[in-house]
Each structure stands twice: as structure tokens, then as C-alpha cells.
């Protein structure tokens, strides 16, 4: 592959001497870039709206949402999935991040691993993953071997697939069920995916969960009353949550939180229906 022909990998001209102008230059150079992104991932609303509900289904019927990459792609398909069960009151199994080079690689490179496209098979196995679940491929420039075969075995043993990537027409578009791709052109920094793409993909994945979970019955109007109060600020929220879906005065709903050890939703079905 010539990876100069990449899309993620060309040279922007807007930041050819983002090396010689002031700092605040420098910043309204990354800043104008950025805007960008929003547009991009805009494009793409379709495909993700046939995506959450696809995931949706899948979870309704038992399955889990599985995302896999390499590198930032990884570590923010890890990052979506580690917010949810805080977020929406799910157990941890339901979604997943894994990563080439395993949780070591959340903080470290591990190098070669993303080329390493026997240790994809290897760790969707290890995770029981089966035709049940769905796989979310993550990969900037939509051609990293390690996410490649994991949306191939998946798709051979019968599983949906989903594939966010930020180059048109890559390897992983023509592989996956869905394919979403917000194409948000060369890097201030050449090939520092990072930047645009990474902002992209985390835009694209808080929707595809934030919009299944809310597909699921996860959020009340816009209150996230699954919320899992683990701390004080949570503990906050819950209370301020009960009062605003029930309009109950502060004392109410503290009381019925504390009836329902915490679980706000239970103590929002308790106050509306107990009369």
C-alpha cells in the first residue's frame, strides 16, 4: 500500500508553518481545523443512525457491542465502553474495548501490534465473542491489519460489523456491515491521527452508545436516571435527576433514593406511580 495516498496521512497546507507563527496562531491554525470535524461526523449521521439501531437489536437480544483497534483507535473504543456502565447503569460485559497489545497498550506503544492480525482472532476468542454480539473496527486510516481480521472473523462466524474509519473507500468500508466514515482530511500535524481523526471517532462512538443506550429505555426526556451514584458528585445527580423527572421536593426524593439504595430510576417510577 502506498500510505502516502492516504487521506489521514497527506500534508495540510493550512498548517505548513504552524512552526514559525505565534502561539495563539498556532492555536487558531489547530482550532479552524478542528471545526471541521463536526461537519465530517455530520455526513455520516445516516450510516450511524442504522448503526445504533442495529446495536440496539443486537443488545435487546442478548448481545454485546464489541469495539477493537489499535493505538488511539483502541484506546478510545476503551474509553467509550469503560463510561457506560457508570453512565447507563449496564454491567461491563454488555460493552467492551479491546485493544491491540492489551491494556498495557492503553498507556504504552506496543509496536508491531497492530500489523498482528493473528492476535485479533486470539482476542475476540478470548472474550467468547460469538454471532450474538457486534464489532465496532476501529481504524483511522480504515486499513490496520489487526482490526482488518478482527471484522473478517467476526463476519465469518456470522456477527454484524460496524466500521469507523476517517479515509474513503479503505479496506474496512468494503468489509463491514455499516460503514461510518467521517472523513476529516489531512492533520495539522502530518499523520497525527490523534488530532481530527481521534476527535471524530470519539464524537462517532459516544453516539453510537449514548443513542442505543437511549434506544434501550436507558434515559428518561434527557435524564440519565441508570446512572450508577458511586460518589458524592454521582449522588448529587441522582437527587437532582428524581426532582426534576417528578417535580418531589428535595426531601422526597432523597428519601426514596435511600428506599432504593441509590437507583433512581426506581425511586422516579415509585414517586410517579404511587398515588
Known amino acids: 500500500m502506498n500510505f502516502a495516498n492516504l487521506t489521514t496521512e497527506k500534508r495540510n497546507s493550512a498548517s505548513a508553518n504552524i512552526d514559525k507563527v505565534s502561539t495563539l496562531e498556532m492555536l487558531k491554525i489547530i482550532n479552524d481545523e478542528d471545526k471541521k470535524v463536526a461537519v465530517a461526523v455530520e455526513k455520516t449521521l445516516p450510516q450511524i443512525a442504522l ?17 477493537i483497534g489499535a493505538g488511539t483507535s483502541g484506546r478510545l473504543g476503551v474509553l467509550d465502553a469503560s463510561e457506560c456502565p457508570p453512565t447507563f447503569g449496564v454491567n461491563s460485559e ?8 492489551g491494556n ?18 486470539e482476542n475476540l476468542r478470548e472474550k467468547n465473542f460469538t454471532a450474538k454480539d457486534i464489532l465496532v473496527g476501529i481504524a483511522a486510516s480504515g486499513r490496520t491489519p489487526y482490526v482488518i481480521a478482527a471484522v473478517d472473523y467476526a463476519k465469518k462466524i456470522g456477527a454484524a460489523t460496524l466500521g469507523v474509519s476517517c ?17 476529516t482530511g489531512a492533520e495539522v500535524i502530518t499523520g497525527s491521527t490523534r488530532m481530527k481523526a481521534g476527535t ?11 443513542g442505543a443506550m437511549i434506544r434501550l429505555g436507558k434515559v428518561y426526556g434527557n435524564l440519565m436516571v441508570d446512572v450508577h451514584a458511586t460518589n458524592e458528585k454521582l449522588r448529587d445527580r441522582a437527587k437532582r435527576i428524581v426532582i426534576a423527572a417528578t417535580g418531589c421536593d428535595e ?16 425511586a422516579v417510577d415509585f414517586l410517579l406511580n404511587k398515588n
Open 51 to 67: 448503526a445504533v439501531d442495529l446495536i440496539a437489536k443486537k443488545i435487546s437480544s442478548g448481545g454485546r457491542l464489541f469495539y
Open 94 to 101: 454488555m460493552v467492551q474495548g479491546i485493544i491491540a497489545g
Open 104 to 121: 498495557y497498550a492503553l498507556t504504552n506503544a506496543v509496536e508491531g501490534a497492530e500489523d498482528d492480525k493473528n492476535l485479533a482472532i
Open 167 to 183: 479515509v474513503e473507500n479503505s479496506s474496512l468500508d468494503e468489509i463491514v456491515d455499516i460503514a461510518i466514515t467521517p472523513v
Open 200 to 210: 471524530a471517532t470519539k464524537m462517532v462512538l459516544n453516539m453510537l452508545t449514548t
Open 251 to 266: 426531601v422526597t426524593a432523597v428519601d426514596a433514593l435511600k428506599k432504593f439504595d441509590g437507583r433512581a430510576k426506581l
